[in-house]
């Protein structure tokens, strides 16, 4: 046998090289996403009679999940979780939602006490948009547990995505009855690039490169307004060297006004939800006060700063 000893490319010329690749039956793909759209209303209504829903099949199912929140839950408290995150815990999806949705500042000594206070939350909807539901730091009892849990909650709605062939297996008898799933099969055929830019490959070595092609990834995703927030808490970080623990909210928001980025804290904190919910930005208590901060290295950011991105 003849092993090849030529060098398989970082993460950078991997991704260039897969950009050129052509994409075959566009026309086709259009016309299933259409036709998957048709259902947002039925899924809806779904949802509101106190089913949860799965989509399955082969194929991407993240835009969709988009594409439903934007049509659907213009005017619902909503959150989007990006299951394929290799950092993501179940404690964060639930102190996502009670810091960010629901607006508490308390600490809790528990999940159980997370799911308690949801439970007794005045609001009357809320939405989980969770693309993989099987991602690998779900995919075990403890977390799907509490996920079953959460989706049992009456005035709680989870539509996720599944994309592992065992996925079904995550779930026994009693955790079925507490999602009360409803499957619906909405095969994409759309290429996994968000749900692959951050996984660590066999291809790809340094875990430095993975942290900035996914940053950058995720960027280009959002508004110029968007990049231009991150951007700034991301200079001040860096610049504040190594030792930087964070930047209170009220400290970072007059930065922001300062450069023209925003009219109201109103906004700060709706664009920083959507960090959270990427995983950009994550905050801490440092002081007795909650600080944000971007959770890479310092030599990262100095390399993110440094790139068109």
Excluded at 9 to 30: F, N, R, W, Y
Excluded at 173 to 192: A, G, H, I, Q, R
Aim: hydrophobic share 40%; proline share 3%.
């Amino acid at each position: 046998a003849v092993v090849s000893t030529q060098s398989t490319g970082d993460h950078p010329q991997i991704s260039k090289l897969l950009s050129k690749v052509k994409t075959k039956h566009d026309g086709e793909k259009k016309a299933l996403f259409a036709e998957y759209c048709r259902y947002f209303k039925q899924w809806y209504l779904y949802l509101q009679e106190g089913f949860n829903i799965v989509l399955y099949g082969v194929g991407s199912k993240r835009r969709l999940l988009i594409a439903f929140a934007k049509k659907m839950l213009k005017y619902d408290y909503h959150m989007f979780i990006n299951g394929y995150f290799p950092n993501l815990t179940v404690k964060d999806i639930l102190n996502n939602i009670t810091n960010d949705l629901l607006g508490s500042s308390a600490t809790f000594r528990s999940t159980t006490d997370q799911l308690q206070y949801v439970k007794n939350s005045k609001h009357n909807h809320i939405f989980l948009l969770l693309n993989n539901i099987d991602g690998a730091n779900l995919r075990n009892d403890k977390a799907q547990q509490v996920l079953a849990e959460l989706a049992a909650i009456p005035h709680v709605h989870v539509i996720a995505t599944i994309d592992h062939i065992n996925a079904p297996l995550l779930w026994d008898e009693y955790k079925c009855k507490l999602f009360n799933w409803l499957w619906s099969d909405c095969t994409t055929y759309s290429p996994y690039t968000d749900e692959t830019s951050i996984e660590s490959s066999l291809m790809v070595k340094q875990s430095g490169a993975i942290a900035l092609s996914s940053m950058t990834h995720v960027l280009r995703s959002l508004t110029p307004n968007a990049r231009g927030i991150f951007k700034l808490l991301a200079t001040f970080q860096q610049d504040s060297g190594p030792d930087f623990q964070g930047i209170t909210f009220q400290d970072f928001y007059i930065k922001c006004r300062e450069q023209f980025l925003v009219n109201s804290d109103a906004t700060l904190r709706t664009q920083l939800t959507e960090f959270k919910d990427h995983m950009l930005i994550k905050t801490r208590s440092v002081d007795g006060a909650e600080v944000l901060y971007i959770p890479v290295e310092h030599q990262i950011l100095q390399q993110f700063l440094e790139s068109d991105f």
